[in-house]
Protein backbone atom coordinates (compact mmCIF):
# COMPACT_ATOMS: atom_id res chain seq x y z
CA UNK A 1 0.00 0.00 0.00
CA UNK A 2 1.14 3.63 -0.52
CA UNK A 3 -0.47 4.87 2.35
CA UNK A 4 0.73 4.23 5.81
CA UNK A 5 -2.88 2.31 6.77
CA UNK A 6 -3.51 -0.70 6.76
CA UNK A 7 -6.95 -2.37 7.09
CA UNK A 8 -7.39 -5.85 8.47
CA UNK A 9 -10.49 -7.84 8.24
CA UNK A 10 -11.56 -9.97 11.25
CA UNK A 11 -14.85 -11.65 12.27
CA UNK A 12 -16.50 -10.42 15.36
CA UNK A 13 -15.22 -12.97 17.70
CA UNK A 14 -11.94 -12.16 16.84
CA UNK A 15 -12.52 -8.68 17.49
CA UNK A 16 -14.04 -9.07 20.59
CA UNK A 17 -10.89 -11.17 22.09
CA UNK A 18 -8.42 -8.57 20.79
CA UNK A 19 -10.86 -5.97 22.72
CA UNK A 20 -10.64 -8.06 25.81
CA UNK A 21 -6.67 -7.83 26.04
CA UNK A 22 -5.30 -5.14 27.81
CA UNK A 23 -3.87 -2.13 25.90
CA UNK A 24 -0.67 -1.74 24.72
CA UNK A 25 0.40 1.34 26.59
CA UNK A 26 1.95 3.22 23.88
CA UNK A 27 -0.63 2.88 21.51
CA UNK A 28 -4.75 3.37 23.32
CA UNK A 29 -6.68 1.77 21.61
CA UNK A 30 -9.50 3.37 19.53
CA UNK A 31 -12.87 1.77 18.93
CA UNK A 32 -14.98 3.00 16.23
CA UNK A 33 -18.50 1.97 15.77
CA UNK A 34 -21.55 3.12 13.83
CA UNK A 35 -24.70 4.65 15.56
CA UNK A 36 -27.89 5.52 14.03
CA UNK A 37 -30.77 7.95 15.40
CA UNK A 38 -30.39 8.25 18.94
CA UNK A 39 -27.91 6.31 19.54
CA UNK A 40 -29.26 3.09 18.15
CA UNK A 41 -26.06 0.38 17.62
CA UNK A 42 -26.05 -2.95 15.90
CA UNK A 43 -26.20 -5.83 18.44
CA UNK A 44 -22.32 -7.02 18.56
CA UNK A 45 -21.73 -2.86 19.03
CA UNK A 46 -24.11 -2.40 22.00
CA UNK A 47 -22.45 -5.56 23.55
CA UNK A 48 -19.45 -5.09 23.57
CA UNK A 49 -20.22 -1.30 24.88
CA UNK A 50 -22.85 -2.42 27.16
CA UNK A 51 -20.50 -1.83 30.63
CA UNK A 52 -20.39 1.87 29.12
CA UNK A 53 -23.65 2.51 27.59
CA UNK A 54 -24.71 4.59 30.38
CA UNK A 55 -21.64 6.86 30.27
CA UNK A 56 -22.10 6.92 26.51
CA UNK A 57 -25.65 8.03 26.52
CA UNK A 58 -24.70 10.85 29.46
CA UNK A 59 -21.76 11.95 27.22
CA UNK A 60 -24.03 11.98 23.96
CA UNK A 61 -26.61 13.75 25.67
CA UNK A 62 -23.94 16.29 27.05
CA UNK A 63 -22.85 17.08 23.54
CA UNK A 64 -26.60 16.91 21.79
CA UNK A 65 -24.93 13.86 19.60
CA UNK A 66 -27.98 12.50 18.40
CA UNK A 67 -26.40 9.73 15.36
CA UNK A 68 -27.02 11.93 12.73
CA UNK A 69 -24.79 10.99 9.37
CA UNK A 70 -22.32 13.35 9.30
CA UNK A 71 -21.41 13.93 12.73
CA UNK A 72 -19.37 12.06 15.60
CA UNK A 73 -18.49 12.14 18.78
CA UNK A 74 -15.03 11.07 20.92
CA UNK A 75 -15.67 9.60 24.04
CA UNK A 76 -11.80 9.38 25.98
CA UNK A 77 -11.94 6.84 28.97
CA UNK A 78 -15.23 6.00 29.03
CA UNK A 79 -15.67 3.70 31.89
CA UNK A 80 -16.06 0.14 31.01
CA UNK A 81 -15.26 0.86 27.25
CA UNK A 82 -12.81 -1.66 25.86
CA UNK A 83 -10.54 0.77 24.24
CA UNK A 84 -9.22 4.53 25.83
CA UNK A 85 -11.34 6.07 23.08
CA UNK A 86 -14.35 5.37 21.51
CA UNK A 87 -15.68 6.99 18.19
CA UNK A 88 -19.20 7.23 17.46
CA UNK A 89 -19.48 7.56 13.91
CA UNK A 90 -23.24 8.81 13.06
CA UNK A 91 -24.96 6.84 10.20
CA UNK A 92 -28.38 7.70 10.88
CA UNK A 93 -30.65 9.69 9.20
CA UNK A 94 -31.44 13.11 9.98
CA UNK A 95 -35.38 14.23 10.52
CA UNK A 96 -35.38 15.77 6.68
CA UNK A 97 -34.12 12.14 5.35
CA UNK A 98 -36.61 10.32 7.70
CA UNK A 99 -38.41 7.54 5.72
CA UNK A 100 -41.60 5.43 5.94
CA UNK A 101 -42.47 4.65 9.75
CA UNK A 102 -39.51 6.31 11.08
CA UNK A 103 -37.26 4.50 9.82
CA UNK A 104 -34.14 5.29 8.78
CA UNK A 105 -32.74 5.87 5.13
CA UNK A 106 -29.72 2.98 3.83
CA UNK A 107 -26.84 4.39 4.08
CA UNK A 108 -24.80 5.41 0.85
CA UNK A 109 -21.64 7.01 1.53
CA UNK A 110 -19.26 4.80 3.16
CA UNK A 111 -16.16 6.77 0.78
CA UNK A 112 -17.13 9.62 3.06
CA UNK A 113 -17.42 8.23 6.37
CA UNK A 114 -14.52 5.88 6.14
CA UNK A 115 -12.68 9.51 5.39
CA UNK A 116 -14.00 11.19 8.00
CA UNK A 117 -13.13 8.31 10.20
CA UNK A 118 -10.00 7.65 9.10
CA UNK A 119 -9.08 11.68 10.66
CA UNK A 120 -11.30 10.82 13.62
CA UNK A 121 -8.28 7.69 14.40
CA UNK A 122 -5.83 9.41 13.21
CA UNK A 123 -1.91 8.89 12.62
CA UNK A 124 -0.51 5.56 14.16
CA UNK A 125 -3.85 4.67 15.62
CA UNK A 126 -4.32 1.41 16.41
CA UNK A 127 -8.52 1.06 15.78
CA UNK A 128 -11.06 -1.33 15.61
CA UNK A 129 -13.93 -0.96 13.65
CA UNK A 130 -17.02 -2.70 14.68
CA UNK A 131 -18.92 -2.61 11.07
CA UNK A 132 -22.27 -3.35 12.41
CA UNK A 133 -24.79 -0.97 11.58
CA UNK A 134 -28.00 -0.06 13.43
CA UNK A 135 -30.84 -1.67 12.70
CA UNK A 136 -32.88 -0.22 9.75
CA UNK A 137 -29.50 1.27 8.62
CA UNK A 138 -28.18 -1.32 5.21
CA UNK A 139 -25.24 -1.11 3.48
CA UNK A 140 -24.10 -1.64 -0.44
CA UNK A 141 -21.85 -4.95 -1.32
CA UNK A 142 -18.62 -2.79 -1.27
CA UNK A 143 -19.19 -0.53 1.60
CA UNK A 144 -16.64 -2.13 3.19
CA UNK A 145 -13.98 -1.39 0.81
CA UNK A 146 -15.24 2.22 0.18
CA UNK A 147 -15.11 2.49 4.25
CA UNK A 148 -10.92 1.42 3.24
CA UNK A 149 -10.94 3.67 -0.04
CA UNK A 150 -11.83 6.72 1.71
CA UNK A 151 -9.74 6.06 4.48
CA UNK A 152 -6.49 5.79 2.51
CA UNK A 153 -7.22 8.22 0.63
CA UNK A 154 -7.80 10.37 3.39
CA UNK A 155 -4.38 9.73 5.14
CA UNK A 156 -2.69 10.54 1.50
CA UNK A 157 -0.08 13.43 1.83
CA UNK A 158 2.66 14.55 -0.78
CA UNK A 159 5.16 15.86 1.26
CA UNK A 160 8.65 13.91 -0.36
CA UNK A 161 9.57 17.17 -0.69
CA UNK A 162 10.06 18.34 2.76
CA UNK A 163 13.27 17.50 4.10
CA UNK A 164 12.36 18.20 7.90
CA UNK A 165 9.01 15.45 7.79
CA UNK A 166 7.55 16.32 11.44
CA UNK A 167 5.20 13.76 9.61
CA UNK A 168 3.16 12.35 12.55
CA UNK A 169 2.41 9.44 10.80
CA UNK A 170 6.18 8.58 10.31
CA UNK A 171 6.87 8.87 14.48
CA UNK A 172 3.64 6.81 15.05
CA UNK A 173 4.17 4.11 13.31
CA UNK A 174 1.22 2.74 10.57
CA UNK A 175 -2.34 2.86 11.60
CA UNK A 176 -4.02 -0.63 12.07
CA UNK A 177 -7.44 -0.93 11.22
CA UNK A 178 -9.21 -3.84 12.04
CA UNK A 179 -12.52 -4.14 10.92
CA UNK A 180 -14.74 -6.85 12.09
CA UNK A 181 -17.75 -7.99 10.75
CA UNK A 182 -20.22 -10.77 10.72
CA UNK A 183 -18.68 -12.40 7.69
CA UNK A 184 -14.87 -11.13 6.55
CA UNK A 185 -14.44 -12.96 3.84
CA UNK A 186 -17.26 -11.83 2.10
CA UNK A 187 -16.16 -8.88 1.79
CA UNK A 188 -12.16 -9.50 1.02
CA UNK A 189 -12.57 -8.87 -2.49
CA UNK A 190 -14.62 -5.45 -2.14
CA UNK A 191 -11.22 -4.77 -0.04
CA UNK A 192 -8.68 -5.26 -2.17
CA UNK A 193 -10.65 -3.45 -5.00
CA UNK A 194 -10.24 -0.55 -2.40
CA UNK A 195 -6.96 -0.90 -2.49
CA UNK A 196 -6.57 -1.34 -5.91
CA UNK A 197 -8.30 2.01 -6.46
CA UNK A 198 -6.87 4.01 -3.65
CA UNK A 199 -3.25 3.16 -5.38
CA UNK A 200 -5.14 4.27 -8.52
CA UNK A 201 -6.00 7.36 -7.71
CA UNK A 202 -2.83 8.19 -5.28
CA UNK A 203 -0.98 7.25 -8.43
CA UNK A 204 -2.96 10.18 -10.14
CA UNK A 205 -2.44 12.71 -7.64
CA UNK A 206 1.07 12.34 -7.39
CA UNK A 207 1.57 13.28 -10.90
CA UNK A 208 -0.46 16.11 -10.23
CA UNK A 209 1.08 17.36 -7.15
CA UNK A 210 5.25 17.01 -8.79
CA UNK A 211 6.98 19.80 -10.23
CA UNK A 212 7.63 19.98 -13.93
CA UNK A 213 11.57 20.30 -13.39
CA UNK A 214 10.94 16.68 -12.01
CA UNK A 215 7.95 15.66 -14.21
CA UNK A 216 9.52 16.32 -17.90
CA UNK A 217 7.27 14.88 -20.07
CA UNK A 218 10.06 11.56 -20.67
CA UNK A 219 9.95 10.92 -16.90
CA UNK A 220 5.80 11.02 -16.84
CA UNK A 221 6.30 8.31 -19.73
CA UNK A 222 8.93 6.55 -17.66
CA UNK A 223 6.19 6.48 -14.27
CA UNK A 224 3.52 5.30 -17.02
CA UNK A 225 5.84 3.24 -18.23
CA UNK A 226 5.25 1.10 -15.26
CA UNK A 227 2.15 -0.11 -15.83
CA UNK A 228 3.08 -3.03 -17.55
CA UNK A 229 4.20 -4.55 -14.89
CA UNK A 230 0.09 -4.80 -14.17
CA UNK A 231 -0.14 -6.54 -17.64
CA UNK A 232 -0.74 -2.95 -19.74
CA UNK A 233 1.02 -2.87 -23.31
CA UNK A 234 2.97 0.43 -23.01
CA UNK A 235 4.25 2.42 -26.24
CA UNK A 236 5.49 5.35 -26.12
CA UNK A 237 6.65 7.54 -29.34
CA UNK A 238 9.43 10.09 -28.93
CA UNK A 239 9.78 13.50 -31.57
CA UNK A 240 10.60 11.72 -34.70
CA UNK A 241 8.13 9.17 -34.56
CA UNK A 242 5.33 11.60 -34.08
CA UNK A 243 7.08 14.00 -36.61
CA UNK A 244 6.58 10.86 -39.23
CA UNK A 245 2.77 10.59 -38.17
CA UNK A 246 2.63 14.40 -39.16
CA UNK A 247 1.73 15.57 -36.15
CA UNK A 248 2.40 19.31 -36.39
CA UNK A 249 -0.40 20.23 -33.78
CA UNK A 250 0.98 18.44 -30.77
CA UNK A 251 4.55 19.01 -31.27
CA UNK A 252 4.01 22.85 -32.28
CA UNK A 253 3.12 23.28 -28.58
CA UNK A 254 6.54 21.58 -27.32
CA UNK A 255 9.10 23.48 -29.89
CA UNK A 256 9.72 26.02 -27.27
CA UNK A 257 10.70 23.73 -24.68
CA UNK A 258 14.17 21.67 -24.23
CA UNK A 259 12.41 19.34 -21.84
CA UNK A 260 11.46 16.64 -25.16
CA UNK A 261 7.41 15.56 -25.85
CA UNK A 262 6.00 11.89 -25.90
CA UNK A 263 2.81 10.80 -26.56
CA UNK A 264 2.30 7.44 -24.88
CA UNK A 265 -0.24 4.50 -25.13
CA UNK A 266 -1.24 2.20 -22.89
CA UNK A 267 -3.15 -0.22 -23.59
CA UNK A 268 -5.87 -3.38 -21.79
CA UNK A 269 -6.89 -5.92 -23.76
CA UNK A 270 -9.17 -7.70 -20.82
CA UNK A 271 -12.17 -7.97 -22.95
CA UNK A 272 -13.36 -9.97 -26.43
CA UNK A 273 -10.63 -10.64 -28.84
CA UNK A 274 -11.49 -7.67 -31.39
CA UNK A 275 -13.62 -6.10 -30.08
CA UNK A 276 -13.55 -2.37 -30.36
CA UNK A 277 -12.02 -0.31 -27.16
CA UNK A 278 -13.20 2.10 -25.25
CA UNK A 279 -10.70 5.05 -25.30
CA UNK A 280 -9.51 7.42 -22.71
CA UNK A 281 -7.02 10.48 -24.28
CA UNK A 282 -5.44 13.08 -21.61
CA UNK A 283 -3.98 16.21 -21.87
CA UNK A 284 -0.51 16.49 -20.86
CA UNK A 285 0.79 19.80 -20.80
CA UNK A 286 3.64 19.61 -17.68
CA UNK A 287 4.00 23.18 -17.99
CA UNK A 288 1.69 25.55 -19.61
CA UNK A 289 3.46 28.81 -19.18
CA UNK A 290 1.39 30.15 -21.88
CA UNK A 291 3.90 30.34 -24.32
CA UNK A 292 4.91 33.40 -26.58
CA UNK A 293 1.11 34.68 -25.24
CA UNK A 294 2.88 34.22 -21.90
CA UNK A 295 0.57 34.29 -18.68
CA UNK A 296 0.60 36.57 -16.26
CA UNK A 297 3.21 35.64 -13.03
CA UNK A 298 0.25 35.19 -10.43
CA UNK A 299 -0.40 31.29 -9.37
CA UNK A 300 1.43 30.38 -12.87
CA UNK A 301 2.75 27.84 -10.23
CA UNK A 302 -0.54 26.02 -10.74
CA UNK A 303 0.37 25.41 -13.99
CA UNK A 304 2.34 22.28 -13.01
CA UNK A 305 -1.20 20.87 -13.30
CA UNK A 306 -1.94 21.35 -16.96
CA UNK A 307 -1.63 17.70 -16.53
CA UNK A 308 -4.61 16.11 -14.92
CA UNK A 309 -5.80 15.30 -17.94
CA UNK A 310 -3.03 12.44 -18.21
CA UNK A 311 -2.98 11.67 -14.69
CA UNK A 312 -6.54 10.63 -14.79
CA UNK A 313 -6.11 8.39 -17.79
CA UNK A 314 -3.09 6.77 -16.10
CA UNK A 315 -4.37 6.10 -13.11
CA UNK A 316 -7.85 4.87 -14.64
CA UNK A 317 -5.62 2.58 -16.92
CA UNK A 318 -4.19 1.60 -13.29
CA UNK A 319 -7.32 0.68 -12.02
CA UNK A 320 -8.55 -1.21 -14.80
CA UNK A 321 -5.66 -3.16 -14.90
CA UNK A 322 -5.30 -3.81 -11.47
CA UNK A 323 -8.46 -5.48 -11.60
CA UNK A 324 -8.19 -7.22 -14.57
CA UNK A 325 -11.19 -5.61 -15.83
CA UNK A 326 -13.22 -7.52 -18.70
CA UNK A 327 -12.86 -4.50 -21.10
CA UNK A 328 -10.74 -3.49 -24.08
CA UNK A 329 -9.70 0.11 -23.03
CA UNK A 330 -6.48 2.27 -24.25
CA UNK A 331 -5.22 5.15 -23.00
CA UNK A 332 -3.56 8.09 -24.86
CA UNK A 333 -1.43 11.09 -22.38
CA UNK A 334 -0.16 13.92 -25.14
CA UNK A 335 3.17 14.91 -22.58
CA UNK A 336 4.42 18.50 -23.53
CA UNK A 337 6.22 21.48 -22.09
CA UNK A 338 4.44 24.97 -23.26
CA UNK A 339 7.34 27.50 -22.81
CA UNK A 340 8.19 30.56 -24.55
CA UNK A 341 11.68 30.73 -26.38
CA UNK A 342 13.79 31.55 -29.97
CA UNK A 343 12.50 27.97 -31.51
CA UNK A 344 9.00 28.42 -29.89
CA UNK A 345 5.50 28.45 -32.15
CA UNK A 346 4.23 32.02 -32.48
CA UNK A 347 0.41 33.47 -33.23
CA UNK A 348 0.19 34.27 -36.48
CA UNK A 349 1.61 30.39 -37.13
CA UNK A 350 -0.18 27.74 -39.34
CA UNK A 351 0.43 24.39 -38.23
CA UNK A 352 -0.94 21.03 -40.28
CA UNK A 353 -2.36 18.71 -38.04
CA UNK A 354 -1.44 14.94 -38.23
CA UNK A 355 -5.85 14.63 -39.70
CA UNK A 356 -4.75 16.95 -42.28
CA UNK A 357 -6.46 20.02 -41.50
CA UNK A 358 -4.62 22.93 -41.16
CA UNK A 359 -4.39 25.39 -37.55
CA UNK A 360 -3.89 29.22 -37.40
CA UNK A 361 -2.34 29.63 -34.00
CA UNK A 362 -3.68 32.97 -32.59
CA UNK A 363 -2.97 31.92 -29.06
CA UNK A 364 -0.17 30.02 -27.76
CA UNK A 365 -1.93 30.00 -24.51
CA UNK A 366 -4.84 27.81 -25.81
CA UNK A 367 -2.31 24.63 -26.24
CA UNK A 368 -4.26 22.21 -24.33
CA UNK A 369 -6.43 21.20 -27.77
CA UNK A 370 -3.62 21.67 -30.10
CA UNK A 371 -2.17 18.58 -28.03
CA UNK A 372 -5.61 16.78 -28.21
CA UNK A 373 -6.45 17.30 -31.91
CA UNK A 374 -3.11 15.02 -32.98
CA UNK A 375 -4.02 12.63 -30.07
CA UNK A 376 -7.60 12.28 -31.04
CA UNK A 377 -6.30 11.46 -34.63
CA UNK A 378 -3.91 9.09 -33.74
CA UNK A 379 -6.11 6.88 -31.24
CA UNK A 380 -9.43 7.15 -33.68
CA UNK A 381 -6.81 6.19 -36.71
CA UNK A 382 -4.67 3.54 -34.82
CA UNK A 383 -7.50 1.98 -32.85
CA UNK A 384 -10.66 2.73 -33.93
CA UNK A 385 -12.29 2.81 -30.55
CA UNK A 386 -15.81 2.24 -30.04
CA UNK A 387 -16.03 5.28 -28.03
CA UNK A 388 -13.39 8.08 -26.81
CA UNK A 389 -13.20 10.33 -23.81
CA UNK A 390 -10.79 13.09 -23.52
CA UNK A 391 -9.97 14.92 -20.33
CA UNK A 392 -8.12 17.90 -19.81
CA UNK A 393 -7.62 21.06 -17.57
CA UNK A 394 -8.68 22.63 -21.07
CA UNK A 395 -9.76 26.68 -20.06
CA UNK A 396 -10.15 28.65 -17.11
CA UNK A 397 -13.81 29.32 -18.62
CA UNK A 398 -14.83 26.53 -17.37
CA UNK A 399 -13.74 27.78 -13.83
CA UNK A 400 -16.12 30.68 -14.90
CA UNK A 401 -18.99 28.94 -15.59
CA UNK A 402 -18.84 25.90 -13.29
CA UNK A 403 -16.43 27.01 -10.36
CA UNK A 404 -14.74 23.28 -9.14
CA UNK A 405 -18.21 21.51 -7.84
CA UNK A 406 -18.37 20.27 -11.65
CA UNK A 407 -16.36 18.81 -14.46
CA UNK A 408 -17.54 20.42 -17.35
CA UNK A 409 -18.73 17.33 -20.20
CA UNK A 410 -18.96 18.03 -23.95
CA UNK A 411 -20.42 15.43 -26.36
CA UNK A 412 -21.87 14.65 -29.55
CA UNK A 413 -23.36 11.02 -28.63
CA UNK A 414 -26.18 11.31 -25.71
CA UNK A 415 -26.05 7.77 -24.26
CA UNK A 416 -22.10 8.27 -23.79
CA UNK A 417 -22.51 11.59 -22.10
CA UNK A 418 -25.83 9.94 -20.04
CA UNK A 419 -23.38 6.87 -18.59
CA UNK A 420 -20.59 9.54 -18.04
CA UNK A 421 -23.16 11.58 -15.77
CA UNK A 422 -24.38 8.71 -13.79
CA UNK A 423 -21.10 7.44 -13.31
CA UNK A 424 -20.12 10.75 -11.62
CA UNK A 425 -22.87 10.85 -9.67
CA UNK A 426 -22.03 7.29 -8.35
CA UNK A 427 -19.10 8.28 -7.10
CA UNK A 428 -19.36 11.50 -6.98
CA UNK A 429 -17.10 13.31 -9.32
CA UNK A 430 -20.08 15.46 -10.94
CA UNK A 431 -20.21 16.43 -14.64
CA UNK A 432 -22.30 19.57 -16.08
CA UNK A 433 -23.43 18.84 -20.03
CA UNK A 434 -22.42 22.20 -21.70
CA UNK A 435 -23.93 23.02 -25.37
CA UNK A 436 -22.56 22.78 -28.36
CA UNK A 437 -23.83 24.23 -31.70
CA UNK A 438 -22.75 25.56 -35.14
CA UNK A 439 -23.05 29.13 -34.18
CA UNK A 440 -20.13 27.81 -31.79
CA UNK A 441 -18.35 26.40 -34.58
CA UNK A 442 -18.00 28.69 -36.97
CA UNK A 443 -16.79 31.30 -34.32
CA UNK A 444 -13.21 28.96 -34.78
CA UNK A 445 -13.17 29.47 -38.88
CA UNK A 446 -10.10 30.82 -39.37
CA UNK A 447 -9.23 33.54 -42.48
CA UNK A 448 -5.99 31.92 -43.54
CA UNK A 449 -6.55 28.63 -42.04
CA UNK A 450 -9.36 25.42 -41.72
CA UNK A 451 -9.62 26.65 -38.52
CA UNK A 452 -7.74 29.33 -35.55
CA UNK A 453 -7.02 28.03 -32.03
CA UNK A 454 -9.22 30.24 -30.31
CA UNK A 455 -12.33 32.02 -30.30
CA UNK A 456 -12.61 34.17 -28.92
CA UNK A 457 -13.33 35.41 -24.71
CA UNK A 458 -17.31 34.46 -24.93
CA UNK A 459 -18.45 30.99 -24.24
CA UNK A 460 -14.28 29.83 -24.35
CA UNK A 461 -15.44 26.34 -23.18
CA UNK A 462 -17.65 25.46 -26.01
CA UNK A 463 -15.63 26.81 -28.82
CA UNK A 464 -12.54 24.97 -27.36
CA UNK A 465 -14.08 21.49 -26.96
CA UNK A 466 -15.80 22.35 -30.88
CA UNK A 467 -12.15 23.06 -31.91
CA UNK A 468 -11.72 18.86 -30.66
CA UNK A 469 -14.79 18.08 -32.40
CA UNK A 470 -13.25 18.97 -35.65
CA UNK A 471 -10.93 16.01 -35.37
CA UNK A 472 -13.14 13.05 -34.15
CA UNK A 473 -15.46 12.63 -36.66
CA UNK A 474 -18.18 10.39 -36.14
CA UNK A 475 -16.71 8.28 -33.49
CA UNK A 476 -19.04 8.90 -30.49
CA UNK A 477 -16.97 11.27 -28.71
CA UNK A 478 -16.97 12.94 -24.89
CA UNK A 479 -15.09 16.34 -24.22
CA UNK A 480 -14.39 16.41 -19.69
CA UNK A 481 -12.97 20.18 -18.94
CA UNK A 482 -11.72 19.34 -15.49
CA UNK A 483 -9.57 23.14 -14.99
CA UNK A 484 -11.85 23.40 -12.39
CA UNK A 485 -11.29 19.83 -10.68
CA UNK A 486 -8.40 18.59 -11.85
CA UNK A 487 -6.00 20.54 -9.49
CA UNK A 488 -6.65 23.08 -6.76
CA UNK A 489 -9.19 20.75 -5.22
CA UNK A 490 -11.08 22.08 -2.34
CA UNK A 491 -10.37 19.80 0.75
CA UNK A 492 -12.40 17.46 1.16
CA UNK A 493 -13.50 14.01 3.85
CA UNK A 494 -11.53 11.86 1.53
CA UNK A 495 -8.95 14.62 -0.01
CA UNK A 496 -6.11 16.44 1.37
CA UNK A 497 -4.47 16.97 -1.49
CA UNK A 498 -4.00 19.88 -4.33
CA UNK A 499 -4.01 17.42 -7.11
CA UNK A 500 -7.12 15.34 -6.30
CA UNK A 501 -6.53 12.98 -8.60
CA UNK A 502 -10.20 13.68 -10.27
CA UNK A 503 -11.70 11.22 -12.94
CA UNK A 504 -10.01 8.12 -11.72
CA UNK A 505 -12.63 6.90 -10.11
CA UNK A 506 -15.23 8.28 -12.53
CA UNK A 507 -13.67 6.74 -15.56
CA UNK A 508 -13.18 3.29 -13.80
CA UNK A 509 -17.01 3.31 -12.57
CA UNK A 510 -17.85 3.79 -15.83
CA UNK A 511 -15.85 0.80 -17.52
CA UNK A 512 -18.09 -1.20 -14.15
CA UNK A 513 -21.01 -0.07 -15.21
CA UNK A 514 -20.86 -0.04 -18.97
CA UNK A 515 -18.37 -1.72 -20.68
CA UNK A 516 -17.77 -4.92 -18.61
CA UNK A 517 -19.27 -8.49 -19.44
N1 LIG B 1 -4.22 25.30 -19.02
C1 LIG B 1 -5.01 26.42 -19.36
C2 LIG B 1 -6.40 26.42 -18.72
C3 LIG B 1 -6.46 26.49 -17.21
C4 LIG B 1 -6.69 27.69 -16.58
C5 LIG B 1 -6.36 25.36 -16.44
C6 LIG B 1 -6.80 27.76 -15.22
C7 LIG B 1 -6.46 25.42 -15.07
C8 LIG B 1 -6.68 26.63 -14.45
C9 LIG B 1 -5.19 26.49 -20.87
O1 LIG B 1 -4.14 26.00 -21.62
C10 LIG B 1 -5.32 27.92 -21.24
O2 LIG B 1 -4.39 28.65 -21.06
N2 LIG B 1 -6.50 28.31 -21.74
C11 LIG B 1 -6.75 29.63 -22.11
C12 LIG B 1 -7.44 29.63 -23.43
C13 LIG B 1 -7.51 30.98 -24.09
C14 LIG B 1 -6.13 31.44 -24.49
C15 LIG B 1 -8.40 30.87 -25.30
C16 LIG B 1 -7.62 30.27 -21.03
O3 LIG B 1 -8.45 29.57 -20.44
O4 LIG B 1 -7.43 31.44 -20.75
MN1 LIG C 1 -2.64 27.47 -21.95
ZN1 LIG D 1 -2.99 24.55 -20.70
Redesign the pocket.
Known sequence: MLVNAKYELQSFDAAEALLRQPEDAGHPRTLVVFVGRDLAMGERAASVLKDAAGHLSRAAAAAKFKGKSGTSLEILAAPGAPASRVILMGVGAGDETGGEGGEAKPFEDFFALGGQTAAKMGPGSRAVVLFDLPEGVSAAHDSVGQFALGGWLRAYKFDHYKTKKKDEAEREGPTEVVVALADPDSHSAAMSDGGHLAEAVILARTLVNEPANVLTPPEFARRASELMKLGVEVEVLDEKAMSELGMRALLGVGQGSEAGIRLVVLRWSGGAEGAAPLAFVGKG?VF?S?GI?I?PAASME??KG?MAGAAAVTGAMYAIAARKAKANVVGVLGLVENMPDGKAQRPGDIVKSMSGQTIEIV?T????RLVLADALTYVIEHHKPAAVIDLA?????I?VALGQEYGGLFSNNDELADRLTKAGNHIGEKLWRMPMGPAYDKLIDSKFADMKN?GGRHA?SITAAHFLQRFVGKTPWAHLDI?GTG?GSPLSDTNQSWGAGWGVRLLDRLVRDYYEG
Do not use: H, P, R, W
Not at 365 to 368: K, N, Q
Not at 393 to 397: D, E, F, Q, Y
Open positions: VDGSKDMDNDAEGTLTGALTGAM
